[in-house]
């Protein structure tokens, strides 16, 4: 019997969770079942377990994917763009989030997760996680606008970061309620509410 590589593996792991990922935007968590998985994935049940143990468990592998790329796009753009005005980084990822969303419903994900974290306290305290890492990293950039006088300092760098932070979350929820012709001059409005010219 020929041996299994561990790039087999993680194609049959990731084969899986896209299906999942298709079940789970159509159907939700909840009324998704196994079956439903073992036929979106065209494997066996004996395929499909020997990856996860439970849909749970395909669940929170999601949503911790779903919410490490969330972060990853804050922090890349927050720690290569330093420079850019506050409305440039924060537009930068709501575009990111908006291809994203029209590629791999990045979106739907999302506030499936977010309702799940709900019954779910390991999953409320990844979130919680993410947000403080997003916050943390939002604020760095904050504190360096302010000191360069770009940006106004009466507010703590904690504050201005937990507003913007604000932003993304009601960005997803109405991309994800399919109002993404309405979410296409965001990121724009952003840009000038913070034009690159004031960050010079």
């Not at 066996?44 to 377990?49: E, L």
């Not at 109002?179 to 034009?195: G, I, K, T, Y």
Request: include cysteine; hydrophobic fraction near 45%.
């Amino acid at each position: 019997m020929p041996k299994v590589t561990q790039e087999y593996m993680e194609a049959r792991r990731a084969q899986i969770l896209d299906a999942a990922r298709r079940c789970f935007v159509r159907d939700g968590f909840h009324s998704t079942s196994m079956q439903d998985l073992f036929a979106e994935s065209g494997l066996s049940a004996g395929a499909v377990y020997r990856h996860f143990a439970s849909k749970d468990e395909m669940i929170t592998a999601i949503v911790e994917e779903n919410m490490r790329e969330v972060l990853n796009m804050v922090h890349t753009v927050a720690t290569q763009r330093p420079t850019s005005s506050v409305g440039a980084m924060m537009a930068g990822v709501l575009d990111i989030v908006r291809v994203k969303t029209a590629e791999e419903n990045i979106a739907g994900l999302s506030v499936l997760a977010w309702s799940e974290s709900l019954r779910n306290p390991a999953l409320a305290d990844k979130f919680k996680h993410l947000l403080a890492q997003m916050r943390s990293d939002l604020t760095e950039v904050i504190r360096e606008h302010q000191q360069s006088g770009t940006l106004p300092r009466e507010v703590s760098p904690e504050g201005i970061a937990a507003t913007l932070s604000c932003t993304l979350p009601g960005y997803i929820l109405q991309l994800a309620m399919g109002d993404s012709q309405a979410m296409e001059d965001v990121p724009d409005a952003l840009r000038a509410l913070w034009p690159e010219s004031a960050a010079s």
